[in-house]
């Protein structure tokens, strides 16, 4: 019979979460060297495209090393399946007719099995809205300089009455 419950979470994940009880912490955990992952060969250009933008996300938050290179490596070929397939659906027919019978088009299956293989990769990667909520940084943690990213605020103009 296997575990039950959740997965234990690692004690880098319960400390960025607030844990304050060193009962909770294994505190013997192996820690892999952090290094971030490199971008495996094989990858089609969408799936390298997404490599790159989620580990410039993940940046230097010490979530994922390169001993982890194996689940970046899976959400991004699930988006490229996801961009194939959802390509395809939609140029094509939500039904189709095999032999006078409608019939969902099978496009529809595998657009939800890659959404959610996604959703599921992205929580683990901390990609998500849901998994950035229950992240906490540590002091003198390296931040990306939104303002930078994001350039100077535009100018308004204002139109007067007169």
Do not use: F
Request: charged residues 25%; proline residues 11%; contains cysteine.
């Amino acid at each position: 019979m296997g575990r039950r419950g959740p997965a234990r979470a690692p004690d880098a994940a319960k400390l960025r979460k607030g844990e304050t009880r060193p009962s909770r912490l294994n505190g013997l955990e192996p820690l892999p060297r952090h290094r971030p992952p490199s971008m495996p060969k094989g990858l089609d250009p969408v799936a390298r495209a997404a490599w790159r933008l989620a580990v410039r996300e993940m940046g230097s938050s010490g979530l994922i090393t390169a001993a982890d290179g194996h689940i970046p490596r899976l959400y991004c070929e699930a988006w490229s399946r996801y961009r194939q397939a959802a390509d395809m659906l939609a140029g094509s027919a939500p039904l189709l007719n095999d032999r006078g019978h409608l019939t969902k088009n099978p496009l529809h299956q595998v657009v939800r099995d890659n959404a959610d293989h996604i959703r599921l990769l992205a929580r683990e990667l901390g990609l998500s809205p849901a998994s950035w909520a229950s992240l906490q940084l540590l002091p003198g943690a390296d931040l990306p300089d939104i303002d930078a990213d994001l350039g100077p605020p535009p100018r308004l103009r204002v139109v007067g009455d007169g």
